[in-house]
Each structure stands twice: as C-alpha cells, then as structure tokens.
C-alpha cells in the first residue's frame, strides 16, 4: 500500500495524457446507466486506459461526475490496486506473503531496489520497470516468488535476477 | 437531541429497558437518545447532532459511545456504539456495564496512543475534546505503545493550520465540508493506521479550493484543524513605538467574546470590549460597524442603480470573503453578479489609512490596523494582493474572536470586572444597521432600510423588516418600496448559496437582491467565534443579542450615521461615485476548482 506521506504533491500533467484515451473513458462514463456508486469501476477502466490515475485524469472523473476531487482521490488512496504513479513497461512484484517473507523475500526486494535503482512504488529511469511489493500470489510452495507483469518466478535465487532482467531489457 | 426526537414523532413505539428503566421511545430513535430520556449520559466523541443546520456526523468511528446489549437468551452480551443503534422492541442497554465502561476506556486509551503527547502548547489545550474526555474518563494510564502519525504540520496557507497527526478521523469536518458547506474540499485520504483528513492529493490546503470558512474548524474536537495564530504579530506592533496602531471590532464579536469569560451567551459585551482594547494600547479603538453603514451606502447605491438602470439582477452582497471565494471557484461565470463592494473591515482599512492618516497627519505606512473578527476567512482576504496593493496593506492584522479572549487573558485583563467604555471618533460612530450585520439576514436588513428611503424619499414607519429575519438556511421575503416588491433571497451555509447560485446560472433567480453568508447563521457563528461544541443554541442567543444592541442604538440607519455623511462631504464625494469606487470597491477573480 502506498503510504498518503509517500504521495507526492504532483503537479498537473500537461500534455502527455492523449486525447484520445480521455474520449474513450468519457464515452464508456455516458454509456453507464447511472454514475451512482460507479466511481471504482470508473477508476478501473481510467486505470486499464491510462496505465495509472494522474491527478488530470482524476479530475477529469470529478468533473465528469460532478463530485469534489477529494472524493475521487480518497477512493484512489484507499484501494492499494488503484496508482497514482505511471508504471513502466513491466511491473515487477515482488511477493512479501508469511511463507515468501520467511523464505527470504525481503532480500530479493532489497536487490531489485539496488540493482534497478528505485523504491517500492517506483519507476525506473528507463521506463522499463515498476517495482512493486505485494501480500500472498498464492503460490507459496514455490516461495519466495516474484512476478514480471502476469508471469511467475519461482524459487528465485538473488544471483538468478540478473538474468531474468536481462530477458525482458 | 430535541430535532432529532421531532423527527420520529409519528413512527410506532418501542419498549426497551436501559439500566433496568422500561421506556417507550419511538422507532428510529438511537440508544444514545434513548439513555439522555432516562438521565444517563454516555460520552461521544465523533458524534455531532447539529440539526438546526441539518448536519449530524454519524461515521460512528471513534466508538466511543459503546453499551453493552443483553442478550439473555444466547447468555452473549455484545457491545454496541449507541450513536448510531436504533432501539428495537425488547432491547435492553446497559450504559455503565463493566464492559461497557472497559471498551469505552479502551477506545479513548487507543486514539491517545497515536495522539501527540503536547497538550501544554497545543493551540486547542483546554477546549480540546478528546482531553475533556481522557479526563471524564480518569484515563491515568495508556497501556499501548507503539507508532505515531508523524506528517506535517500544512501552515501553507494564511488561515487555517492542518495538523494530520492530531486527527482522530471522526471526519466532522469532511461532513461540514461536503454535506453543509458543498465545498468537498476535505475527504478521507489513506486507509487503516496512516489515514487522515485532507485535500485532493494531499495538496497543500493555500493549493485548494477551501473558501476558509473555517466551519470545520469550528467542529473539530481536537487541534487537527485550527486558525493560523497572529496574536504575536498584535503584541508587537503595539509595542513598536513608531506605529499608529488602531484596531476594528466586527459586529458579531460583542455578543460572543464573553463566552471565552464564562458568562451568559449572547450576553453583549461591547463596552467591556473597547476598555479591554484601550487597555491593551492601542491608540484608537474603532468600529467594523463604521465600515458597515459605509459599505450600505455603496451597496445601497448600487442596488438602486442596478434596478432603475436594469442592470444585472439579482444583487448579491459581497462582504463575506469566505462566500466571495467561493463563488469565485465553484461559479465562477457568475462573477458579474456580486456587488463590487469591499467587505466592511477593508473598507476600513482604506479609509483609515487615507482620510484618517489625511487628517491626523499620519503616514499611511505607520498605521498598523488590526481587525477582530469572528471570522478566519478574513485573514486570507487581508492577504489578497488586490487589497494590499499601492505600497500599503488595506488591513494588516486579523484576529479572530478567540484570539482576542486569549490576549485579553494574556493580558490579566479582568474582562467582566471592566467599565464600559465608548469606540473612538471618527470611525467608531455606528448605526443600529451595521450592527446586525453580524447574523444572517442583517446585511440585507441594513440595505433595504437605506435603499428605502432613497427610493421612496420618504421616512420609514418601521425600521424592522421582520420578515427577513430568521435561523432558517434559506429564506425569501419580499419588500414593499414605493410602487416597486423587491424580491430577497437569503442564504446562509455554503449549501444554501449554491441553490441560490445554482438558480441564477439556470436563469430562474426571482430574486432582486440576495444575502449570502458562508457560515450557517451567519458571523455569530463564524469559524473564529468561541467554540460552539455543537451546542446551536449559543448561537441563537447571539442572534437575539445582535437585535437587542440595533434596538439600543439611537441611529438605526446607515445613512444618518454623521462621520459617514462628513467623510463622503469632506473626502469621497458621491456614494458610488469616481473616488468611492476607485477606494471602496474592488473585482473578483476565477480559480480554479480542486
């Protein structure tokens, strides 16, 4: 979960949100029966558009909606699927569940910090990779696990890393 | 809890049992409205009925108010918070079980444990709520330890402090926000132990769209969110030799200033107040009233010509900055339909720092002003760069009510021992007219009383428009003036205005002239009044007072405030003429909404 301290005070994107997405996500708004109680599946389908929620596009609901930008935003603060932050091309998740952790997870984490250069949450300079840490995949017999985007790494060894980077740079 | 009974007067009743008392109560009525019937009291914390402005904050999150619900049948007590537990027939509430009394504890041990340890210098100590119940509660002993929010403290902008560490998240001022107010500009943000009340993305609160009114303020038990503290900046400039520094008291402040000294609420305090300020140094002690009947004399004009020329209609009032900024976000084509008015104190504040420093020989830039308002919007208005423009600020220090009790205090002043003193002359000469001002519908009473005899010629018979009066968020009347019905629309809350906005951007305004106030009920209820603690009442009796005090004024109408006839013949010239408008009025801006 991102921390609300760790939400940075961004500004406004300007002019690299395309167009187009913004009249896709505006005709999948007026094709909903009703806005009521429709907001996280709006956030969804901005999400799946955008690839995260910047504050334009969050206002952009708000407006669309007709309800305060505090509103969409605490909904985006709460639910930890919701990001405020662009992804990079991939995302790497690393699995921080009870049987990956005791496995030694948190050094894998440490690692892929090191050698990516970010934080949890974070992307890298080249856009490539989003490092992210997350509870059970439910795949714990082949703990400790990442994932890059939809594929599982298992039984993964610190010095393995280097190679599964390489196959995605 | 009296509104709250109304409104289950005709449901079926209920037989319930709390602490062995039978009762009857209606369906819909809650345990905690059931046990005040029977005399018990359970503590709240997050709970805030204010139904006279309609709002009641039932997020039941500090639990708080929790009884223990028997259940003999299954031999299972369970606890319940009674804030927002309905009765149902054949309930039976202990509020002073052992375990009713444990989980109570418990929850006020459990906010303590994240709360910052400062009570000595918090700007709340005393009149927090969660101290008064760590107190009611003999809480001696925290018996967790652990982390603490640690955020910062917002001081971006010019009004409000946010201190996130200090929330306890009864969100009272989100449900002000949103509910009352409509400004959404506070929301939940966060989840679980990290979460807290803020802006959109957490932006700075100066970033926002908040008009600072300062209502959640007012509903804040704790010091989460507080008024920015200018109390020093008084205290020197009084002790600064080369400053001239005079000060304006607000109208609603003389009937509330003596609830910070334990008397009697609406008990007017005027005279008191003015040997407090002389006491204290200052070297003039002047009205905001004087800057009222000035305002109605521009704002009286205005109407008039806004009728007869057909000009844009309907009129609004323009001396609550907490109102103008928020037109200015939220409607922001509709910018053209305020009075280009200052607001009352910075209309004093030019005139003190031109014809007053003309006159007394004083330069401009040695005149400190200090204004004392029940306001905190006024603070961020003093700092509009279009209002301390040309090298002088037009007001340079506000205070709010509280403030004043606190120097007052401060200064071992022994406020209700005081004589009565009188303002100074020029600008402390006031009306009746300017003194209601300070509750909902006074503005507008103000005006008509001027505009009618402008209008008719003619002497009025009855000074009070009873018609316009009222506690109501939203009101209409109408007034009879010569051949003419002017059509009055008044709002107070936030809420209300957007209505009344909402109908003239849809071109189905009626109206004629509208009031509009930010706070609900008006500056007798400002977000820098002494705190209500919810209880509305205090805020009627300060209405009655503001009536009482016009009654008592042997001038009742802007107009025929002499200083003001003297200063418009020696200096001004026309109301609403060449120099009246270059120094009284002012324009508004739109920002953005966020």
């Known amino acids: 979960m991102t921390k609300p301290h760790e939400i940075d005070v961004y500004?406004?994107?300007?002019?690299?949100?395309?167009?187009?997405?913004?009249?896709?996500?505006?005709?999948?708004?007026?094709?909903?029966?009703?806005?009521d109680g429709a907001l996280i599946e709006i956030l969804h389908k901005a999400q799946n558009l955008f690839g995260y929620l910047p504050r334009d596009v969050q206002l952009f609901v708000a407006r669309k909606l007709g309800i305060p930008g505090a509103e969409v935003f605490g909904v985006v603060s709460f639910y930890s699927y919701f990001t405020t932050e662009p992804r990079g091309k991939h995302t790497i998740s690393v699995c921080m569940g009870t049987a990956c952790f005791v496995r030694g997870s948190d050094k894998i984490l440490e690692k892929l910090k090191e050698k990516l250069q970010v934080q949890v949450n974070e992307i890298t300079e080249d856009g490539l990779f989003t490092l992210k840490d997350i509870r059970c995949v439910g795949a714990c017999g082949l703990a400790p696990v990442i994932m890059i985007d939809d594929k599982v790494y298992g039984r993964v060894k610190e010095e393995e890393l280097d190679g599964i980077l390489d196959t995605y740079r | 809890m009296a509104g709250s009974q109304e409104l289950h007067e005709d449901k079926p009743m209920i037989n319930i049992k709390i602490n062995n008392k039978d009762l009857k109560v209606?369906?819909?009525?809650?345990?905690?409205?059931?046990?005040?019937?029977?005399?018990?009291?359970?503590?709240?914390?997050?709970?805030l009925d204010l139904h006279d402005i309609k709002m009641v904050n039932k997020t039941a999150s500090c639990r708080v108010c929790m009884v223990e619900l028997v259940d003999s049948r299954n031999n299972r007590n369970k606890l319940v918070p009674s804030c927002v537990t309905t009765v149902s027939e054949g309930m039976e509430a202990l509020t002073s079980s052992l375990n009713a009394i444990a989980a109570r504890r418990m929850s006020v041990e459990l906010l303590l444990s994240n709360h910052p340890n400062e009570c000595f210098t918090c700007a709340k100590n005393l009149e927090c709520e969660l101290q008064a119940l760590a107190q009611e509660l003999k809480i001696r002993h925290i018996r967790w330890e652990g982390e603490r929010m640690d955020y910062p403290r917002d001081l971006s902008s010019d009004a409000i402090v946010k201190d996130a560490d200090k929330c306890i998240y009864c969100r009272r001022c989100e449900t002000m926000c949103n509910e009352v107010q409509t400004c959404g500009i506070l929301s939940g943000i966060g989840r679980g132990f990290e979460a807290f009340v803020g802006p959109a993305f957490n932006i700075p609160m100066v970033e926002s769209s908040c008009t600072y009114c300062g209502q959640c303020v007012q509903v804040c038990p704790t010091a989460a969110l507080t008024e920015v503290y200018h109390v020093d900046k008084v205290w020197e400039a009084l002790n600064d030799p080369d400053k001239h520094v005079i000060v304006q008291t607000a109208p609603a402040v003389r009937v509330a200033l003596g609830d910070m000294f334990g008397m009697e609420p609406g008990t007017i305090v005027t005279g008191k107040m003015v040997t407090a300020l002389k006491n204290m140094g200052f070297n003039a002690v002047f009205d905001t009233n004087f800057g009222a009947d000035l305002t109605i004399m521009e704002e009286a004009s205005e109407l008039i010509y806004r009728v007869k020329e057909n000009k844009t209609l309907p009129i609004l009032t323009s001396c609550c900055p907490a109102w103008v900024k928020f037109i200015e976000h939220q409607f922001p084509e509709l910018l053209e339909v305020p009075s280009t008015c200052k607001s009352p104190h910075i209309m004093f504040g030019t005139i003190a720092k031109t014809y007053y420093a003309e006159k007394n020989g004083i330069d401009p830039d040695n005149i400190v002003v200090v204004s004392i308002m029940p306001c905190i919007a006024k603070k961020a208005e003093a700092k509009r760069p279009e209002l301390?423009?040309?090298?002088?600020?037009?007001?340079?220090?506000?205070?709010?009510?509280?403030?004043?009790?606190?120097?007052?205090?401060?200064?071992?002043?022994?406020?209700?021992?005081?004589?009565?003193?009188?303002?100074?002359?020029?600008?402390?000469?006031?009306?009746?007219?300017?003194?209601?001002?300070?509750?909902?519908?006074?503005?507008?009473?103000?005006?008509?009383?001027?505009?009618?005899?402008?209008?008719?010629?003619?002497?009025?018979?009855?000074?009070?428009?009873?018609?316009?009066?009222?506690?109501?968020?939203?009101?209409?009347?109408?007034?009879?003036?010569?051949?003419?019905?002017?059509?009055?629309?008044?709002?107070?809350?936030?809420?209300?205005?957007?209505?009344?906005?909402?109908?003239?951007?849809?071109?189905?305004?009626?109206?004629?002239?509208?009031?509009?106030?930010?706070?609900?009920?008006?500056?007798?209820?400002?977000?820098?009044?002494?705190?209500?603690?919810?209880?509305?009442?205090?805020?009627?009796?300060?209405?009655?007072?503001?009536?009482?005090?016009?009654?008592?004024?042997?001038?009742?109408?802007?107009?025929?405030?002499?200083?003001?006839?003297?200063?418009?013949?020696?200096?001004?010239g026309e109301p609403f003429g060449e120099t009246a408008h270059r120094l009284l009025h002012t324009h508004f801006e739109e920002r953005e909404r966020i």
């Open chain 1, 11 to 35: 500004e406004p994107v300007e002019g690299e949100l395309p167009k187009e997405k913004f009249d896709e996500l505006e005709a999948f708004i007026n094709s909903l029966e009703s806005t």
């Open chain 2, 26 to 47: 209606p369906e819909g009525t809650t345990i905690l409205e059931a046990a005040h019937k029977v005399g018990a009291k359970i503590p709240t914390l997050c709970h």
């Open chain 2, 388 to 572: 301390t423009k040309d090298t002088h600020n037009n007001v340079d220090i506000v205070v709010t009510t509280r403030e004043l009790g606190y120097m007052i205090k401060e200064a071992g002043i022994e406020f209700e021992s005081l004589n009565d003193s009188e303002f100074d002359n020029p600008l402390g000469e006031h009306t009746g007219a300017a003194v209601i001002f300070g509750t909902t519908g006074g503005v507008i009473e103000a005006a008509i009383r001027t505009a009618h005899e402008w209008m008719t010629g003619k002497e009025l018979e009855q000074i009070e428009f009873n018609q316009l009066r009222g506690m109501d968020g939203l009101r209409e009347a109408e007034v009879q003036v010569g051949d003419k019905v002017l059509k009055i629309g008044i709002a107070s809350g936030l809420g209300n205005a957007r209505i009344l906005l909402e109908s003239i951007r849809d071109g189905k305004s009626k109206y004629d002239a509208i009031e509009i106030m930010a706070c609900p009920g008006g500056c007798i209820a400002g977000g820098g009044q002494p705190y209500h603690h919810g209880n509305f009442e205090i805020i009627k009796k300060r209405q009655e007072a503001i009536y009482r005090e016009d009654k008592n004024r042997k001038i009742r109408k802007s107009h025929e405030n002499p200083e003001i006839l003297r200063l418009y013949k020696e200096y001004l």
